[in-house]
């Protein structure tokens, strides 16, 4: 058996383009962009398809992701979030869907675009931005400060203002957590695969089968379901005020 060194692992590289000056990494906007037109398409094809009847299988699963999403926005945000049901959808299949894209073999020229921090990061943004707006459209700017920098509820005002950076801080963290969170079980995937690839072929093929279904039926799944979530509890906790606090955590437990 030969031995393992971690000179023989590749982290980080990509397939890089240099546009005015930029490092462009096509690797990832291939990843991307695939993954998107296979969501965009599943649901064209959804729409040609369904029925008020008996769903199909398809359209079942479709069905059951969109009442459960549903249900999370309407008990910890409310009926105004409508919107947010497809957002968190739409999250979660892309999501999926590019953390499939690396369970198939392509010579590293399809890899899973949420692997790529510039991914992640880009979807965080996204999240946090429609929270920061729905919160201040939902609650007033007033309101907006309130809820997401003056608590918690019941205390003196002036410990408002000791409490006031701790929550910035708080507020910054948001994206940095959900990007990291997801990037990094992606990339640590990623290089389970290049280090199972590195043991003997009569090793590797049965380990690169076993991971490969572990890691396509819970990690992939469970991560893009946690993103959709936190989306959900990131709004829930920007648009509720200090009295539905005790509401907002029975609808959590």
């Known amino acids: 058996m030969r031995p393992m060194v971690l000179s023989q692992i590749e982290v980080g590289n990509h397939w890089t383009a240099h546009i005015f000056g930029m490092s462009l990494y096509l690797d990832t906007v291939l990843s991307s962009l695939v993954a998107f037109a296979i969501v965009l398409g599943a649901g064209l094809y959804l729409r040609h398809v369904v029925t008020s009847g008996v769903p199909g299988r398809f359209q ?74 729905t919160s201040i459209r939902q609650r007033g700017f007033g309101g907006y400060i309130k809820t997401n920098y003056l608590h918690p509820a019941g205390m003196p005002k002036a410990f408002y203002f000791l409490l006031a950076p701790i929550n910035v801080i708080s507020q910054i963290s948001y994206p940095i957590s959900l990007t990291l969170r997801l990037f990094g079980n992606m990339f640590a995937a990623a290089l389970m695969l290049q280090i199972i690839a590195l043991l003997p072929l009569y090793l590797s093929w049965a380990f690169n089968g076993v991971w490969k279904l572990f890691e396509g039926v819970f990690v992939d799944v469970i991560q893009a379901f946690i993103f959709a979530l936190l989306t959900v509890i990131y709004l829930s906790m920007g648009t509720m005020e200090h009295h539905d606090e005790p509401a907002a955590e029975a609808a959590t437990a």
Do not use: Q
């Open 60 to 133: 079942a699963l479709i069905e059951m992701v969109w009442e459960t999403v549903d249900d999370y926005v309407t008990r910890m945000i409310g009926p105004f979030a409508k919107w947010a049901v497809p957002l968190c959808t739409v999250l979660f299949f892309y999501i999926l869907v590019s953390n499939w894209l690396e369970l198939i073999p392509t010579g590293d020229r399809l890899t899973s675009a949420t692997a790529d921090v510039n991914d992640t990061a880009a979807l965080a943004v996204i999240v946090i931005f429609m929270v920061h707006y």
